[in-house]
């Protein structure tokens, strides 16, 4: 399979503005334009599944600054359904959101519903979660959902395999066939003015297949690229070596998604191999657990040693929750906290307007570093923080991948 130099640049939606690069890594710092408004890289993406961010009202959600969230597509052409998305006119009407959406193209469900999905040349046939009843998401069918939404951002439908999987021929034609696929969504995408098609790079944990993938859909010129099947559970060396070898193959001037990944040291890293853009549902589903995302890492607020903790969540915070009542926030202490969170649902609500702000804030810091040039001190204060300046506890992962961009981690 190579990539056919007659293929034509789609039309495009987005406008990506550079403002710096990392001297020492492949950070970069921009500013990525779409209809709904600019968006600041790098950025991470809170996930509201079905059109709704479990814990947060999209006031709360606007006021934390967040500019991109995601939508599924294969549970909203579940329900409400694609007459429901048509008849109101998309879903930033149906849930009142008037600032971006990216959707995901049903393909992750591959993976997390594998044993209700066939996969085919065809596409994907499903059985419904609710009622059991079939449903076939082929690249048109998901294509004209994600017309239908009218999100700013939509994902081709691609053929996701575990990275864990010891099958190297399903990988390979995995690869292949989302290679496929791709050509069969641009022929089908019906808004190009209006909504930006990213492809997605596949190919497993084999850096070869990944960069025959890479090749193939560069040549596509879609608006945006995104890498696809990873966070399923392989090592973080390997995970970095992916986002780093197809970092170095993509183009300069179109943004970067690595899809599914939402743990800090890992978003931290993964800016330093080039990468610009996050998602996942971790920071909303840890807070419904009773764990708050600190500099320091992560503390569950519902264990008995913060009964009498007046302190903030974390000192210094300026989401809603930790912010003083004299400056327009809440005041609230991690006593209250533990109070709430164990019986409480407003507990769970309350953490994660705080674990978005955090998020978001983090990805704010790092792209201020990134523009004054001094992201490997804002990389090593981030991991001194959490591991208390002990470099012993450093993990070899993140050590050995910020190597391979020429950053020691372990400096002083």
């Known amino acids: 399979m190579s990539a056919d130099p007659q293929l034509k640049a789609m039309p495009s939606a987005l406008t990506l503005h550079h403002h710096a690069k990392c001297s020492t890594t492949k950070a970069r710092a921009s500013t990525l334009d779409l209809p709904h408004g600019s968006v600041p890289l790098p950025i991470f993406m809170p996930v509201a599944t079905q059109a709704s961010l479990k814990g947060l009202t999209y006031d709360q959600l606007r006021d934390t ?129 209006t909504q930006n098609l990213f492809c997605i790079i596949q190919g497993g944990l084999d850096l070869e297949l990944r960069k025959q993938c890479c090749a193939e859909m560069v040549a596509r010129d879609t608006p945006g690229i995104a890498i696809g099947g990873l966070s399923g559970g392989e090592a973080k060396e390997e995970f970095c070596k992916v986002v780093d070898t197809c970092t170095g193959l993509l183009p300069e001037h179109k943004p970067r998604y690595v899809m599914g990944v939402g743990y800090p040291e890992d978003i ?97 810091a790092a792209r201020q570093a990134i523009i004054e040039d001094r992201y490997p001190a804002f990389i090593r204060k981030f991991f001194s923080d959490i591991y208390e300046g002990d470099k012993t506890k450093y993990p070899e992962w993140a050590v050995g991948a910020l190597r391979g961009v020429g950053m020691d981690l372990l400096e002083d």
């Not at 080039?274 to 009773?290: K, L």
């Not at 003083?324 to 202490?333: A, F």
């Open 268 to 364: 931290v890293v993964a800016v330093a191999l080039g990468a610009d853009m996050f998602d996942c549902v971790w920071p909303t589903r840890t807070a419904r657990f009773g764990n708050a995302i600190v500099s320091a890492g992560t503390i569950n607020l519902r264990n008995s040693s913060y009964a009498n903790d007046f302190s903030p969540i974390e000192e210094g915070c300026t989401c809603k929750c930790c912010r003083p009542t004299d400056q327009g926030g809440l005041g609230l202490t991690k006593a209250y906290m533990h109070h709430v969170t164990a019986k409480e649902t407003v507990g769970a609500h309350l953490l994660t307007v705080h674990n978005v702000h955090y998020m978001l804030t983090l990805m704010g």
């Open 65 to 193: 600054g967040c500019m991109l969230c995601l939508n599924n597509t294969y549970h909203l052409g579940l329900k409400p359904g694609q007459e429901v998305l048509d008849a109101v006119g998309g879903a930033h009407k149906l849930q009142g959101w008037d600032r971006n959406l990216l959707t995901d193209s049903g393909g992750f469900q591959m993976v997390s519903l594998l044993k209700l999905a066939t996969v085919t040349e065809e596409g994907v046939r499903f059985l419904s979660p609710h009622d059991g009843s079939p449903m076939l998401l082929t690249p048109e069918h998901s294509i004209s959902l994600q017309n239908s939404i009218g999100s700013d951002i939509i994902m081709q439908l691609d053929d996701v395999i575990a990275t864990t999987s010891p099958d190297h021929a399903r990988i390979k034609e995995a690869m292949e066939r989302s290679v496929r696929w791709l050509d069969r969504c641009i022929d089908a995408h019906k808004n190009p003015e």
